[in-house]
């Protein structure tokens, strides 16, 4: 009897399940769900594979480099919220932690928005780097 009363709990189960899934009777159209990120990712492929962002020796400017994650994460923040506008760029080098900041073609360049920085971020020096540069914006 039990066995009976199990058959029809797992017939009445699967019944259900079988009426909560549709079928389209469209079988020429296929439905594409992606995330938007993806056409973003693909437009700046393309526009690195013509040459429109590219890049080059420049200047980046250094705020920290150290072996303390935590200090280096805290500072990338307190300097996104003062700069928003200027990328930030932090790289583990086995020991250290690196962040820097910019994207400068000329070392005047870097070392106008050192001036900057520097009253908030002790320390901060200007170093060589491979920049990302936008040939539209120029």
Same mark, same amino acid.
């Given at each position: 009897? /039990?066995?009976?009363?199990?058959?029809?709990?797992?017939?009445?189960?699967?019944?259900?399940?079988? /009426?909560?899934?549709?079928?389209?009777?469209?079988?020429?159209?296929?439905?594409?769900? /992606?995330? @938007? %990120?993806?056409? /973003?990712?693909?437009?700046?492929? @393309?526009?690195?594979? %013509?040459?429109?962002?590219?890049?080059?020796?420049?200047?980046?400017? $250094?705020?920290?480099?150290?072996?303390? %994650?935590?200090?280096?994460?805290?500072?990338? +923040?307190?300097?996104?919220?003062?700069?928003?506008? @200027?990328? =930030?760029?932090?790289?583990? $080098?086995?020991? &250290?932690?690196?962040?820097?900041?910019?994207?400068? +073609?000329?070392?005047?360049?870097?070392?106008?928005?050192?001036?900057?920085? =520097? =009253? #908030? #971020?002790?320390?901060?020096?200007?170093?060589?780097?491979?920049? +990302?540069? &936008?040939?539209?914006?120029?």
């Amino acid at each position: 009897m /039990k066995f009976y009363w199990t058959l029809i709990l797992f017939t009445f189960i699967g019944t259900l399940q079988l /009426k909560a899934q549709s079928y389209s009777t469209d079988t020429n159209s296929v439905v594409v769900y /992606k995330d @938007e %990120r993806i056409d /973003k990712l693909t437009a700046k492929k @393309e526009q690195i594979s %013509r040459g429109i962002i590219r890049s080059v020796s420049g200047y980046r400017v $250094q705020l920290y480099n150290g072996n303390d %994650r935590n200090l280096a994460m805290q500072l990338k +923040t307190d300097f996104m919220r003062r700069f928003p506008a @200027e990328r =930030s760029y932090l790289t583990y $080098q086995l020991p &250290n932690f690196r962040l820097r900041v910019g994207n400068f +073609t000329s070392r005047a360049a870097a070392g106008d928005f050192l001036k900057d920085v =520097s =009253s #908030f #971020f002790k320390g901060a020096t200007v170093v060589p780097d491979q920049v +990302t540069v &936008n040939t539209l914006k120029d």
